[in-house]
C-alpha cells in the first residue's frame, strides 16, 4: 500500500460523497457547504466544480451513461455534467430545512438509500451545529415509491453492502456506531440491525467503501485516519491521513485499486493545512465498483 497522495487541495469545507465513473475515469465528489459539486478527470488530472443552489450532500452513478442521481439538502435531482441538464427526481424531504439529506447510495438492486440528519448548514453555507436523533433511512426505488427503514438517527453515514449481496452497513456518526444488517437481494429489505464496529477511540465513523474481499474502509471524521474493519468486526488496519477529517472513500482505477478519498477542513485544527482536500493510495487489494440507480 502507497503512502496517501493529495491529488487535489481543494479546501473543502466538507468534502463528501466521492463516486468513480470508470467511463470517464473520473471522480466526482462534494463539497456540502460550498453547494458544489467537483470532477477530477485522472487521466487529464485536471479538476472542475458546479455549483448548485443548496447543500450538496451525495452522490449515486445511474444505468443512463453520463446521469448522476444527486442528493441536495431538501430533495434529489437527476443530473447530466456534459450539459448540466438538472431534473428532479421526484423525491422531496419532509422537514427542510430542519432537517436535510446527508449520506445517499445505490444498492446492488439500483435503488437509491438516502439517509437525513438535523440541518447543520445555513442557507449561505455557513456551519451549524449538528445533534438529536432527527434523522431517517429512506429506500427509493427505480419506480420513485419510498419506503422508511429507520428512524431516530443523528447523523446518517456509511452506506456500502458485501460482496456477496448479504449484508449492509450504515453508521450512526453520532453513537460511534457502524451497524450491520441483513441484506435481501430479492426484495431489497434490510432487518435484523447489530452493532458492526463500535466505540473506536480515533474520531467519529464518517463514509465506508467495500472491497472485494469483504473489509470495510471507514473514514474517521477528527481521527486522522481510515480504519479498515474485518467481516468480523476486528481492525485489520489503521490508514494514517495527513488530514484531520476524513469524511468518504471509493474505489477507483482500471483495476480499482486506487482508494480516493476526501475530507473536510471545518472543525480542523491550526496547521491542518491539507484539510478538505482529496487523496488516492494504492492498495493490494481490489475495491468493489459503485452500484447504479435504476432511472426507472
Given at each position: 500500500?502507497?503512502?496517501?497522495?493529495?491529488?487535489?487541495?481543494?479546501?473543502?469545507?466538507?468534502?463528501?460523497?466521492?463516486?468513480?465513473?470508470?467511463?470517464?475515469?473520473?471522480?466526482y465528489?462534494?463539497?456540502?457547504?460550498?453547494?458544489l459539486?467537483?470532477?477530477?478527470?485522472?487521466?487529464q488530472?485536471?479538476?472542475?466544480?458546479w455549483?448548485?443552489?443548496?447543500?450538496?450532500?451525495?452522490?449515486?452513478?445511474?444505468?443512463?451513461?453520463?446521469?448522476?442521481?444527486?442528493?441536495?439538502?431538501?430533495?434529489?435531482?437527476?443530473?447530466?455534467?456534459?450539459?448540466?441538464?438538472?431534473?428532479?427526481?421526484?423525491?422531496?424531504l419532509?422537514g427542510?430545512?430542519?432537517?436535510?439529506?446527508?449520506?445517499?447510495?445505490?444498492?446492488?438492486?439500483?435503488?437509491?438509500?438516502?439517509?437525513?440528519?438535523?440541518?447543520?448548514?445555513?442557507?449561505?453555507?455557513?456551519?451549524?451545529?449538528?445533534?438529536?436523533?432527527?434523522?431517517?433511512?429512506?429506500?427509493?426505488?427505480?419506480?420513485?415509491?419510498?419506503?422508511?427503514?429507520?428512524?431516530?438517527?443523528?447523523?446518517?453515514?456509511?452506506?456500502?453492502w458485501?460482496?456477496?449481496?448479504?449484508?449492509?452497513?450504515?453508521?450512526?456518526?453520532?453513537?460511534?456506531?457502524?451497524?450491520?444488517?441483513?441484506?435481501?437481494?430479492?426484495?431489497?429489505?434490510?432487518?435484523?440491525?447489530?452493532?458492526?464496529?463500535?466505540?473506536?477511540?480515533?474520531?467519529?465513523?464518517?463514509?465506508?467503501?467495500?472491497?472485494?474481499?469483504?473489509?470495510?474502509?471507514?473514514?474517521r471524521?477528527?481521527?486522522?485516519?481510515?480504519?479498515?474493519?474485518?467481516?468480523?468486526?476486528?481492525?485489520?488496519?489503521?490508514?494514517?491521513?495527513?488530514?484531520?477529517?476524513?469524511?468518504?472513500?471509493?474505489?477507483?482505477?482500471?483495476?480499482?485499486?486506487?482508494?480516493?478519498?476526501?475530507?473536510?477542513?471545518?472543525?480542523?485544527?491550526?496547521?491542518?493545512?491539507?484539510?478538505?482536500?482529496?487523496?488516492?493510495?494504492?492498495?493490494?487489494?481490489?475495491?468493489?465498483?459503485?452500484?447504479?440507480?435504476?432511472?426507472?
Open positions: 500500500m502507497s503512502e496517501p497522495k493529495c491529488l487535489v487541495p481543494s479546501g473543502d469545507r466538507c468534502g463528501e460523497a466521492p463516486v468513480w465513473c470508470s467511463e470517464e475515469h473520473a471522480v465528489w462534494v463539497d456540502v457547504n460550498r453547494f459539486i467537483h470532477r477530477y478527470d485522472a487521466s488530472d485536471s479538476v472542475k466544480a455549483f448548485f443552489d443548496e447543500p450538496v450532500t451525495a452522490l449515486a452513478l445511474s444505468d443512463a451513461e453520463g446521469t448522476l442521481a444527486v442528493a441536495l439538502g431538501s430533495r434529489v435531482i437527476f443530473w447530466t455534467p456534459r450539459t448540466d441538464e438538472r431534473r428532479d427526481q421526484g423525491f422531496r419532509d427542510w430545512p430542519a432537517v436535510r439529506l446527508n449520506e445517499g447510495r445505490a444498492d446492488p438492486r439500483g435503488s437509491l438509500w438516502v439517509g437525513s440528519m438535523r440541518n447543520n448548514v445555513g442557507p449561505d453555507g455557513a456551519p451549524g451545529k449538528a445533534g438529536g436523533e432527527d434523522g431517517v433511512l429512506y429506500r427509493i426505488d427505480p419506480d420513485g415509491s419510498v419506503t422508511e427503514w429507520k428512524r431516530g438517527i443523528g447523523i446518517s453515514n456509511t452506506m456500502t458485501s460482496p456477496d449481496r448479504r449484508y449492509f452497513y450504515f453508521a450512526d456518526t453520532l453513537k460511534n456506531t457502524v451497524y450491520v444488517y441483513d441484506y435481501d437481494y430479492g426484495t431489497g429489505a434490510i432487518g435484523n440491525e447489530q452493532p458492526f464496529f463500535s466505540g473506536f477511540s480515533r474520531g467519529s465513523p464518517d463514509g465506508s467503501a467495500m472491497d472485494s474481499g469483504g473489509y470495510l474502509w471507514n473514514c471524521h477528527g481521527g486522522g485516519s481510515i480504519v479498515r474493519v474485518a467481516p468480523d468486526g476486528s481492525i485489520d488496519r489503521v490508514i494514517e491521513m495527513p488530514a484531520a477529517n476524513l469524511t468518504s472513500c471509493t474505489f477507483g482505477g482500471a483495476d480499482y485499486r486506487t482508494l480516493y478519498a476526501v475530507s473536510a477542513s471545518l472543525g480542523g485544527p491550526p496547521g491542518d493545512r491539507l484539510g478538505g482536500s482529496l487523496f488516492a493510495i494504492e492498495v493490494s487489494v481490489a475495491g468493489m465498483p459503485e452500484n447504479r440507480f435504476k432511472l426507472g
